[in-house]
Nanobody, 124 residues
Framework: QVQLVESGGGLVQAGDSLRLSCAAS????????MGWFRQAPGKEREFVAA????????YYGDSVKGRFTISGDNAKNTVYLQMNSLKPEDTAVYYC?????????????????WGQGTQVTVSS
């Protein structure tokens, strides 16, 4: 029903900024909201940020709080992740997904309709 495509990744230097986009087709703005996760080789998929449609409440992982901002643009059927002050530790494949569980925000268990991911590489 919902198809998500991430874009905007690339190779940047530490301290630089990137804006990732998650374009939705089908039933847009469904579920309870959207989330961004990331996964580095050999590591578990990690929560980055989420936004709830009701009230627009946002949530951030401790490692990105103060540096990343999640937002949505219903006119463009797109959710964004603005990433500032990037660090080498931010290097990962970044995925967006639809939140399907009201009380699950930080776990991958609460999401589905995952996109294909976009690679972010931050050099030191």
């Amino acid at each position: 029903q919902v198809q998500l495509v991430e874009s905007g990744g690339g190779l940047v230097q530490a301290g630089d900024s990137l804006r990732l986009s998650c374009a939705a087709s089908g039933r847009t703005f469904s579920g309870y909201g959207m989330g961004w996760f990331r996964q580095a080789p050999g590591k578990e998929r990690e929560f980055v940020a989420a936004i709830r449609w009701s009230g627009g409440t946002t949530y951030y992982g401790d490692s990105v709080k103060g540096r990343f901002t999640i937002s949505g643009d219903n006119a463009k059927n797109t959710v964004y992740l603005q990433m500032n002050s990037l660090k080498p530790e931010d290097t990962a494949v970044y995925y967006c997904a639809v939140s399907r569980e009201r009380y699950i925000i930080y776990s991958t268990r609460g999401y589905d309709s995952w996109g294909q991911g976009t690679q972010v590489t931050v050099s030191s």
